[in-house]
Structures are given as structure tokens and as C-alpha cells.
Nanobody, 119 residues
């Protein structure tokens, strides 16, 4: 019913760029806060960037100035533009949709897409 489908991951050299996309279906997209998380081997999942329904944004300190999250409500898609990539950005990136205005809240995850930054 609810699906979050990520795309755009892959292998990129340090300093390169990559854009991730997450297409959502089965939700009223404009009502949801969308976010990108990542999980590297041996590390806990961490928030990378978040964009609220009103399009306010938050970024992890490690990616500020390099990554940009955006959303296109007409396409029910959230993007993560990643520039100046570093090896430490290597992780599985997950798309997340969260609705907190109702009780209980709703939280959905994509399947993840691998981003590898390596020379």
C-alpha cells in the first residue's frame, strides 16, 4: 500500500556528486515530513536531512553546505542532492516519511540505496 522507492545510489569518487530520489505512494505526501537517513557498517542509523511539510529543513552538521534536501509535492518525490562527497559519506541511505499530527504517528521507510564514495 505505502511505498517509498529510492533511486540514484551508486559509486562515486571523492569530491563528486550524486542525487538521490525517493518516490512515495500510498500517502498524502504533502502532509508528511520527509527525511533521509543513512547507516554505515558498524554504525547506528543517523539523520542526514529532513524537510517538513512546510519545506523547512534540517541537516546533520556533517553534511551542511554539501547536501540539499528538496521536495516536489506534485510528484510526491523527495530528493537529496549530494555534493563534495567524502568517503565517510559511504552508507546505505534510507528515505523516511513521518506523520506526527495524528495519534498514533505514522512512519514509513524505503528499502535503502547504497552510496559508495571511493577512489
Amino acid at each position: 500500500q505505502v511505498q517509498l522507492v529510492e533511486s540514484g545510489g551508486g559509486l562515486v569518487q571523492p569530491g563528486g556528486s550524486l542525487t538521490l530520489s525517493c518516490a512515495a505512494s500510498g500517502i498524502i505526501f504533502r502532509a508528511y515530513t520527509m527525511a533521509w537517513y543513512r547507516q554505515a557498517p558498524g554504525k547506528q542509523r543517523e539523520l542526514v536531512a529532513r524537510i517538513a511539510s512546510g519545506s523547512s529543513t534540517n541537516y546533520a552538521d556533517s553534511v551542511k553546505g554539501r547536501f540539499t534536501i528538496s521536495r516536489d509535492n506534485a510528484k510526491s518525490t523527495v530528493y537529496l542532492q549530494m555534493n563534495s562527497l567524502k568517503p565517510e559519506d559511504t552508507a546505505v541511505y534510507y528515505c523516511n516519511a513521518e506523520l506526527q499530527i495524528i495519534t498514533p504517528g505514522r512512519n514509513y521507510w524505503g528499502q535503502g540505496t547504497q552510496v559508495t564514495v571511493s577512489s
